[in-house]
């Protein structure tokens, strides 16, 4: 038996969230932790699940998502803070134990870099973006500037044959 499957069996969403904090009130309603709940909009037993944000999941899903943790961590959480002693550690030993841990942990920091870069070039597409439509307006400017003046003064100014090639490519 997995280690998820087991915990699950052994536990239920709401004995885990209370056991973490969360009130619980008749009827099994409690006000969802994973939005600015006022009223309670979160039906909660053996699974949970949130009529107002759509938060639903298990006892190892409301811990891996409370406390920012893999499936695995959550899972390894509850059993910790349980005293649960597991059948499947039984099953592998402390070092083939690490290695999933481990693996686990790589892929939640790689996960979390990519976020990272991501939101880092949308930033720096949006700072282009706006210093490139800064540009435009200045070219616009000068445009009207040179509108309506004689064509020999236009043609002598360096400025406006720097304009000229420079059009095309900041809208591009
Ligand atoms: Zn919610």
């Known amino acids: 038996m997995s280690i998820f499957t087991e915990v699950k069996e052994r536990i239920t969403a709401r004995e885990v969230a209370e056991f973490y904090g969360l009130k619980v009130g008749k009827k099994g309603l409690a006000c969802c932790p994973f939005h600015n709940d006022k009223h309670p909009s979160m039906k909660i037993d053996k699974f949970y699940y949130c009529f107002a944000c759509g938060a639903k999941g298990d006892a190892i899903n409301y811990v891996a998502d409370m ?16 005293h649960m002693i597991l059948e499947a550690d039984a099953d592998i030993d402390e070092e083939t134990r690490k290695k999933v ?9 790689e996960k979390k870099r990519i976020i990272r870069i991501q939101n880092q070039f949308r930033e720096w597409c949006n700072q282009r973006i706006e210093e490139l ?24 100014s360096n400025d406006f044959a720097i304009l000229l090639h420079s059009e095309p490519i900041v809208n591009y």
């Open 133 to 156: 439509k800064c540009s435009m307006q200045v070219i616009e400017a000068a445009k009207q500037f040179f509108r309506n003046k004689p064509p020999e003064i236009i043609l002598e």
């Open 67 to 82: 406390y920012g943790l893999t499936p695995y961590e959550g899972a390894r959480k509850i059993a910790d803070d349980f």
């Open 101 to 109: 841990l481990e693996t686990a942990r790589k892929k939640e920091a």
